[in-house]
C-alpha cells in the first residue's frame, strides 16, 4: 500500500526533505514490508539502527572532536563515549 506523493511546485522541488519526513517515509515502508507480521520492540530496534550511524556522522562532521560531537547532539561526553562503546564506533581524529 503506497501512498502518492502530491506534486511539488518548482519553489518547493529546490528544497531538501525535512529529516523528519524521511524518517516517516522509511518507518512506513519497514511496516509495510513486514506485512502481516507484527515488531517487536521497534523503538529499541529503531534507535539501534538510527543511533550509530547518526554519531558517526557527528563525529565526521567534527572530525572526530567528541566534545563537539557530545555537544551537537545534546548529550555529555560520558554518554558519548558509554554509546561509543555500545555501538562499537572508532573514533579516528581528523578524518572519521
Given at each position: 500500500?503506497t ?13 531538501p ?43 565526521r ?9 557530545a ?26
Amino acid at each position: 500500500m503506497t501512498t502518492e506523493k502530491p506534486k511539488k511546485s518548482a519553489k518547493e522541488a529546490d528544497l531538501p526533505t525535512p529529516l523528519r519526513q524521511n524518517v516517516q517515509d522509511a518507518i512506513r515502508q519497514y511496516l509495510e514490508d513486514m506485512g502481516h507480521s507484527q515488531p517487536e520492540s521497534l523503538y529499541r530496534t529503531l534507535m539501534a539502527q538510527v543511533e550509530p550511524p547518526l554519531i558517526e556522522e557527528v563525529l565526521r562532521f567534527t572530525r572526530g572532536n567528541q566534545s563537539k560531537t557530545a555537544k551537537i547532539l545534546g548529550i555529555t561526553r560520558n554518554t558519548l563515549r558509554t554509546k561509543l562503546n555500545r555501538y562499537d564506533i572508532s573514533v579516528r581524529n581528523g578524518n572519521n
